[in-house]
């Protein structure tokens, strides 16, 4: 059975991490991604930005995958944004070993906390700094407390006794209180770890779960005690191997912080971090439930439609036998009464010549009746004066003859009904093989569902990974290339990105080049404590030159000198204004001259994905075989990367060939210094 709700053990385990990584980060925003889930967008300084799940009842961690906002925020979370936005997290923690974690905010208002209870049908309370609830996400009374606006907000009575503060003594003594009731139950009352986790600690302890507490040896308890702590003390040193329980399918059963005897004969799936297995966890579970919701709702509406179909079958094929029946039924009774002729037309005569001497109908049927026992008349049975219907029963045919009609005009009648019903048997059964029809398409809309319920879970999970979010490491906000040997270029786009590059990045053993222009970015080899060679060097320099000045202005070469960082100073001479993005250069430069410009476009295909890579041309060539050469141009904007895309498109197969083709124009365009240029033939 896959899991469904946290443990006191998860809880503590995703705590832990999350107090590491999200302390004292700023509340950027909250998002209301269903009626129970919140999204905390949160950033630190120097950090990427983290993305907080909470699910009340349900689950609580980072994740790394996008997930689409509503448009109109509910009114909680824009209760939740007034007052939590641009605050900042200071505080996260597990109450009392339960499945409650609070988190504590800075706010203008004063401290704020924010519960999240992660047990039954769950909650999320916000509370103000006098401890009255602000916020809530359901509120109700309740036994033993209210979750109500504006009253003092109280825990939920603890499901058990905090594990942690439990001695051997007392667990001793408890067990001993509850007498022949099964040893699993209490753990998972006395305790509050539920009966899974109780369950692993006897497993672990070798007691049998339903040995009764009274028949506990001393023995036993201590094992149970030593066993149950040593679980405790791996989840909270943090002493994690989270792993992701496979079945025999690789479907995911079960997230755990650390390794369970219980799962010993199952496939795993490890991961780095906690934060990071519960994340793969739900967003694939939850992936491939709301498939096979989708695809077994589809099956079930499909299969209401077949049966209503099979029904309306049933009954067209009654109606068309029916109706199949009275034609041929009036066409005998025509040809029965051609056939009986005269005797059916003395009756009629016997009727009406009755009516013409004056009697009444009933003395008339009286008289027939009692000549009926001669064979003249033994075809008559009864009449009915009101429509002056004659009938007869011939030939085990029972039908009525109107005395208003003649004895021929009476079988034409019979003829033409039987026609009538003939032609009404064609539509029938037209609409009968028009609902047969409809009937097999839905059954092959049955299989194909069926199969698309297969496949559906797989697709769901292919499509997970597209929307998994990059982080962007530090040196992506910069322009950037890697060296032909290894080494990570970062150059600066403008005087604050030159700043932050030089005073925040820049290690004592790096190297910083600039050429020898007015206007021209600082660049940075990170040299990780190597030392670069003369073709790094060369590369640096080629970089630095061709996002120079000197490209716009259409140079073909400039001069550059590289230095150490402890050279730049942002102290001038006295009076003199070093303007943001400058520094002051001391001491000695290596000097490297006519420096070229020039850069290289490649593309790279791996898997299938085409990818493109640029910067000195001996580092893309590195990198692909399939590159352009571009100097400085006046081709400029959407046309001139274009026409670069079209002509690494020709040196590729055609298959990707079309991909390159289909790329955005943005793809390439921070690979190009000033969006112009022209192409080296």
């Not at 067990?175 to 600690?201: Q, S, T, W």
């Not at 141009?633 to 390159?660: N, Y």
Request: with cysteine; proline share 3%.
């Amino acid at each position: 059975m896959t899991k469904k709700q946290f443990t006191s053990f998860d809880v503590n385990a995703v705590v832990r991490e999350l107090s590491e990584a999200i302390l004292d980060s700023r509340v950027s925003n909250v998002y209301q991604l269903s009626s129970k889930t919140l999204l905390f967008k949160l950033r630190k300084t120097d950090m990427p930005v983290f993305w907080l799940i909470l699910e009340a009842g349900r689950r609580l961690h980072l994740t790394s995958y996008a997930v689409e906002k509503p448009k109109v925020p509910p009114a909680f979370c824009m209760a939740l944004r007034k007052y939590l936005r641009n605050c900042w997290l200071t505080g996260v923690e597990q109450y009392e070993f339960e499945r409650v974690v609070v988190f504590t905010f800075k706010t203008k208002a004063g401290v704020m906390r924010l519960f999240l209870e992660l047990f039954g049908d769950g909650n999320i309370i916000l509370v103000g700094e006098n401890d009255k609830i602000l916020q809530a996400l359901t509120y109700k009374r309740m036994r033993d407390r209210n979750v109500l606006r504006g009253e003092v907000f109280r825990f939920a009575p603890p499901s058990g006794k905090n594990p942690l503060k439990v001695s051997k003594e007392e667990l001793l003594q408890e067990l001993r209180n509850f007498g022949d009731v099964e040893v699993v139950r209490v753990l998972a009352r006395f305790l509050g770890v539920g009966g899974f986790y109780a369950e692993e600690v006897l497993l672990r302890a070798g007691v049998d779960k339903k040995t009764p507490c009274n028949a506990l040896s001393d023995a036993m308890v201590d094992g149970v005690f030593e066993n149950l702590h040593d679980m405790l003390s791996q989840v909270t040193s943090g002493k994690l191997e989270p792993w992701v329980v496979l079945d025999e399918a690789g479907g995911f059963v079960d997230v755990v912080p650390f390794r369970l005897r219980c799962y010993a004969g199952f496939t795993r799936q490890s991961y780095e971090g906690f934060n990071e297995a519960l994340d793969e966890f739900y967003v694939r579970v939850g992936a491939i439930q709301k498939a096979l919701v989708t695809a077994v709702g589809n099956v079930e509406e499909l299969e209401r439609e077949a049966e209503r179909l099979k029904r309306i079958i049933a009954s067209q094929e009654k109606v068309l036998v029916e109706a199949e029946a009275k034609a041929d039924r009036d066409k005998r009774i025509g040809d029965v009464i051609y056939a009986h002729s005269g005797e059916l037309q003395g009756l009629l005569e016997r009727f009406l010549a009755g009516k013409t001497g004056g009697k009444e109908w009933s003395e008339i049927v009286s008289e027939v009746l009692a000549e009926k026992a001669g064979l003249k008349l033994g075809v008559f049975e009864s009449f009915v004066s009101k429509g002056l219907v004659v009938n007869v029963c011939v030939d085990d045919f029972c039908f009525g003859l109107s005395l208003r009609k003649s004895l021929f005009d009476n079988a034409a009648r019979f003829y033409e009904r039987g026609k009538r019903a003939k032609r009404k048997m064609k539509g029938a059964r037209a609409a009968l093989e028009e609902t047969r029809k409809k009937l097999e398409e839905v059954e092959a809309k049955i299989g194909e569902a069926e199969e698309l319920g297969k496949i559906k879970p797989a697709k769901a999970v292919e499509e997970i990974v597209e929307r998994r979010i990059k982080r962007k490491e530090w040196f992506e906000k910069f322009r950037w290339f890697v060296s032909s040997d290894g080494f990570l270029v970062v150059a600066g786009k403008d005087a604050v990105s030159n700043e932050v590059l030089v005073k925040k990045y820049t290690g004592a053993d790096d190297v910083v080049f600039h050429a020898d222009v007015v206007g021209a970015p600082f660049v940075v080899v990170k040299t990780e404590g190597k030392k670069p060679n003369e073709q790094c060097l060369r590369e640096a320099s080629e970089f630095a030159a061709a996002f120079s000045r000197g490209w716009r202005e259409g140079f073909a070469s400039v001069d550059l000198y590289w230095v150490k960082p402890e050279q730049l100073s942002k102290g001038g001479l006295s009076g003199e204004y070093v303007p943001r993005g400058g520094f002051v250069v001391r001491g000695k430069r290596n000097w490297m001259r006519g420096a070229p410009l020039k850069m290289a476009i490649g593309v790279v295909v791996e898997d299938g994905e085409v990818k493109f890579a640029g910067g000195p041309v001996d580092s893309v060539k590195a990198k692909t075989n399939a590159y352009v050469v571009i100097v400085p141009g006046d081709l400029k904007g959407k046309a001139f990367c274009k026409r670069v895309l079209k002509i690494l498109a020709g040196k590729i197969p055609k298959e990707h060939g079309e991909k390159v083709l289909k790329s955005s124009v943005e793809d390439i365009r921070r690979f190009i210094p000033y969006s112009k240029g022209r192409i080296l033939e």
